[in-house]
């Protein structure tokens, strides 16, 4: 009976160690709103009357299915290079404005199944120095020994972000036309063209980075 009460205080003791020591390595939540996950394309509670994450899904999803709807590219022979010429944005929001091209870039990889090729223009320096190296020796090519030149560009595909805004006591409001195009890179023709129109209104301006 002595010897389980002397061992009774002492799994007492080390549970409440145990428990001390776990209640003070925990990390604690901050007191406020907690962090809420959403998908890109739903507006969420932080919200402003510029260009947000459901603007750019909408607008890309659209532009992406436009884009293979083109008899230039639907109807192509081969499979048409194109090149990813930088965005104009000339709205007041200083957002990245090329984050458009991406999206459109990476729905098309994913989801035309090589009706597209993109060239990697933005990699002409590293792929340069690659194609030398191989030229003169240094390194081996497993797929061309020959060493072919660069891919030229069939075509390049732009874009331009306007925007409109008007603020009273009232509020604010934001008109921002998304426009893009595909242009022929021997005619400069614009060979396709298509637009979104997003307008929005609220009580206070947003801060975007």
């Not at 083109?70 to 290079?81: D, H, L, V």
């Not at 729905?107 to 597209?116: F, T, Y």
């Not at 797929?143 to 509020?171: C, H, R, V, Y």
């Given at each position: 009976?002595?010897?389980?009460?002397?061992f009774v205080?002492?799994?007492?003791?080390?549970?409440a160690?145990?428990?001390?020591?776990?209640?003070?390595?925990?990390?604690?939540?901050?007191?406020?709103?907690?962090?809420?996950?959403?998908?890109?394309?739903?507006?969420?509670?932080?919200?402003?009357?510029?260009?947000?994450?459901?603007?750019?899904?909408?607008?890309?999803?659209?532009?992406?299915?436009?884009?293979?709807?083109?008899?230039?590219?639907?109807?192509?022979?081969?499979?048409?290079?194109?090149?990813l010429?930088p965005?104009?944005?000339?709205?007041?929001?200083?957002?990245?404005?090329?984050?458009?091209?991406?999206?459109?870039?990476?729905?098309?990889?994913?989801k035309a199944?090589?009706?597209?090729?993109?060239?990697?223009?933005?990699?002409?320096?590293?792929?340069?120095?690659?194609?030398?190296?191989?030229?003169?020796?240094?390194?081996?090519?497993?797929?061309?020994?020959?060493?072919?030149?660069?891919?030229?560009a069939?075509?390049?595909?732009?874009?331009?972000?306007?925007?409109?805004?008007t603020?009273?006591?009232?509020?604010?409001?934001?008109?921002?036309?998304?426009?893009?195009?595909?242009?022929?890179?021997?005619?400069?023709d614009?060979?396709?063209?298509?637009?979104?129109?997003?307008?929005?209104?609220?009580?206070?301006?947003?801060?975007?980075?």
């Amino acid at each position: 009976m002595k010897l389980t009460s002397y061992f009774v205080p002492l799994s007492a003791l080390a549970v409440a160690w145990l428990l001390a020591g776990c209640a003070s390595s925990g990390v604690k939540n901050p007191s406020g709103v907690p962090v809420t996950e959403m998908r890109p394309d739903e507006r969420g509670f932080v919200a402003g009357t510029g260009v947000e994450s459901q603007d750019l899904v909408a607008v890309t999803d659209k532009m992406a299915r436009s884009i293979l709807t083109t008899p230039q590219i639907a109807n192509a022979q081969g499979t048409p290079r194109v090149v990813l010429d930088p965005v104009v944005n000339d709205t007041r929001f200083p957002i990245n404005k090329d984050i458009f091209l991406s999206r459109i870039r990476v729905e098309l990889n994913s989801k035309a199944r090589g009706k597209v090729l993109f060239l990697a223009r933005e990699r002409m320096a590293a792929l340069e120095k690659e194609r030398q190296m191989k030229q003169s020796g240094q390194v081996t090519s497993t797929t061309d020994p020959n060493i072919q030149e660069f891919k030229g560009a069939d075509f390049f595909l732009t874009g331009k972000l306007e925007g409109l805004s008007t603020k009273t006591k009232a509020g604010i409001s934001d008109y921002i036309l998304y426009t893009f195009q595909l242009i022929d890179a021997r005619t400069t023709d614009i060979i396709w063209e298509d637009s979104a129109e997003i307008k929005k209104q609220g009580l206070e301006d947003a801060a975007y980075r």
